[in-house]
């Protein structure tokens, strides 16, 4: 079978993208990255795709009048790539309407925390206040709210006494890049179905 279309957005150096684009060279993963996409047009992951020969392009909010003109250029971009799976890795924007229109259900997004504790962009600052003892990441579907859409994988991360927010940051990423790409490298694969709040994958 051929692999699955992906296009990754993110908005800054692009470490799970990374990590994507290294799991693909093994034919055996079965998800192809056709396009690298930012918010961001001076974004250091947009140059690291492009050493790695792959397609990009930014969609610049400040570009656009309102956030839904930025949101129907946004899915216009993704659209002429014709991917299957959309995967948001450090893609720091909110995506609305049009966007999830065309690719809710097939949008994947990682954040670092065990959702539904600590959504939002402060995950592990808020993870450390609440001075939880274990925290995490959270491989996720996107829907409309923040950080609230079907849960595909998770994976805990224990929490130091001696941690900061740096530290437990740093920790918790390298849990977070391998679960991604063992999760979308699955949902390639063998394919998925949503249920209410449970995704079946295979």
Not at 18 to 31: E, I, S, Y
Not at 167 to 181: A, M, N, P, Q, Y
């Amino acid at each position: 079978m051929s692999p699955k279309r992906a296009v990754v957005l993110l908005s800054g150096v692009g470490s799970i993208a990374a990590a994507v684009l290294h799991a693909q060279r093994d034919p055996v993963f079965g998800l192809q990255v056709v396009a690298v996409g930012s918010d961001n047009a001076a974004a250091p992951g947009l140059a690291r795709a492009r050493e790695a020969g792959v397609a990009t392009f930014s969609v610049a909010p400040a570009d656009f009048p309102d956030r839904g003109a930025w949101d129907g250029a946004l899915t216009a971009a993704v659209d002429a790539f014709a991917p299957d799976l959309v995967l948001c890795a450090g893609f720091m924007r909110i995506l609305g309407p049009s966007f999830l229109g065309a690719y809710e259900g097939r949008t994947v997004n990682t954040h670092p925390s065990l959702l539904p504790a600590f959504p939002g962009a402060h995950a592990v600052r808020d993870a450390l206040g609440y001075g939880v003892r274990v925290t995490g990441c959270t491989v996720h579907l996107v829907d409309s709210g923040v950080d609230t859409g079907p849960v595909l994988a998770q994976g805990a991360v224990e929490v130091f006494p001696s941690d900061d927010e740096q530290s437990l940051h740093s920790r918790i990423k390298t849990v977070e890049r391998d679960l991604f790409v063992r999760t979308v490298g699955r949902m390639a694969r063998y394919g998925w179905r949503v249920d209410g709040r449970q995704v079946h994958v295979g």
